[in-house]
């Protein structure tokens, strides 16, 4: 028998989620994000959920090559462009749409042969300075990319770094704003936590005031189930579902008295009498190695913590409180929904306790954990 550990993938949280994004932007298309393998859910698994996206971006040719090869015909964006000029070979030949960000970027695309035309997305670097042109090199790179042969249609882009804290997003708006009102083009500014915060906040562009969810939004995160600015706000109030469940079982039971320790580098001391359970699932599934005594766990759909440091295969969790029936082969939940009781521990509130993201810790699912899709 394999090891009892198991990630499941909802499609049916898939759809939710993406729905919920339309409500917010309901006269945006949407681009389902999917880069890191479908944020650690995998591209082809994700697929049946996301089909209803009015896109996919993604920043690697071969995951475009992996949507492309589901019999995806719609578009494609590739958010960080080519790396190097061969690249744009593949946009023309699978007609992936790709971001400029870079003058390098541009001398490429000039200097390729292609029989159809390209749509590209140039980006500006409106604050984060991450990538992007600066706001005074982007209308000579927009009149440079306008004047290509090889470009069909130029839409406008840019990414926020404080969508989802207190800083927000009004100075990078109104950098946006100020270089691109009078340009043309399809525009596209939000991620997750924009969508949700402040997708409905007006943009002038054009002559014409829309709102912030403007043509195209590239929702992330939201989409898997996590809210992007936990603990604010939790996905349950921003109405999203898990579409991941990252579940296992006990396979031991420990019987320990006060002064007794757990684990290497004996972390944890018992300070009376304690019933302490094994679980499958280590550092070399995926799950975080920092997660320190007192993050969360379902056992059988009811709420306690693990002790003592992660392993590589093994975690050790409190059972002191949970029924003396409850022992090998009890049900785990790492993050997700319980099959059995419906109880659900958002995969923000482990990553919290661990001190990152819910993004990091979908990411590095091990290749080891098989997965099921529902
Ligand atoms: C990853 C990414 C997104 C999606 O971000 P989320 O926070 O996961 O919604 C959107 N745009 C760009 C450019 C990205 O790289």
């Known amino acids: ?52 996206a009015d896109g996919f971006a993604m920043l690697d040719f071969d995951e475009a090559q992996r949507i492309r090869a589901l019999d995806w015909r719609g578009p494609i964006l590739m958010l ?11 946009c023309s030949r699978l007609g992936l749409w790709h ?43 927009w009149a440079r990319l306008n004047a290509l ?34 340009l043309p083009g399809e ?16 943009l002038r562009g054009e002559g014409a005031v829309t709102t912030l969810a403007a043509d195209w939004v590239r929702e ?14 939790t996905a349950a109030t921003w109405g999203l579902t898990s579409a991941m469940t990252l579940s296992t079982r006990v396979i031991g039971v420990q019987s320990l008295q006060a002064g007794d320790t757990v684990g290497y580098g004996s972390a944890f001391t018992a300070d009376g009498p304690m019933r302490v359970g094994v679980i499958a699932c280590g550092y070399a599934d995926g799950y975080p190695r920092h997660a320190p005594t007192g993050t969360p766990v379902l056992i059988n759909g009811i709420r306690t913590r693990i002790v003592g440091r992660v392993s590589m295969d093994m975690v050790t969790v409190d059972l002191t409180h949970l029924d003396a029936s409850v022992g090998v082969g009890a049900e785990v939940i790492c993050w997700g929904e319980s099959p059995s009781t419906g109880a659900v521990l958002p995969v923000d509130e482990v990553a919290e306790a661990a ?10 699912v091990a290749q080891r954990v098989p997965f099921l899709v529902v």
């Open 1 to 52: 028998m394999p090891r009892p550990i198991l990630a499941t993938v909802h499609s049916a949280a898939l759809r939710h989620n993406l729905n919920q994004a339309r409500l917010r932007a309901p006269d945006a298309k949407v681009w389902a994000v999917v880069k890191a393998n479908a944020y650690g859910h995998g591209i082809e698994r994700a697929f049946e959920g996301l089909r209803s």
């Open 80 to 90: 960080e462009g080519v790396f190097e000029p061969r690249d744009l070979e593949l």
């Open 99 to 141: 971001t400029v960000h870079c003058t390098e970027q541009l001398d490429w695309l000039a200097a390729h042969k292609t029989q159809a035309p390209h749509r590209v997305f140039l980006k500006l670097n409106s604050g984060m300075n991450r990538l992007g042109f600066a706001p005074t090199a982007f209308r000579a790179a």
């Open 149 to 182: 042969p090889q470009v069909e249609e130029i839409s406008l882009m840019t990414h926020f770094s404080d969508a989802d804290g207190p800083r927000g997003i009004a100075h990078q708006v109104a950098a946006f704003e100020t270089v691109t009102a009078d």
């Open 187 to 202: 525009r596209t500014l939000c991620n997750s936590a924009a969508i949700l915060r402040h997708a409905g906040s007006p």
């Open 220 to 233: 992330g995160i939201a989409l898997y189930g996590s809210a992007p600015d936990h603990p604010e706000n």
């Open 355 to 364: 001190g990152t993201i819910a993004y990091e810790l979908l990411c590095a």
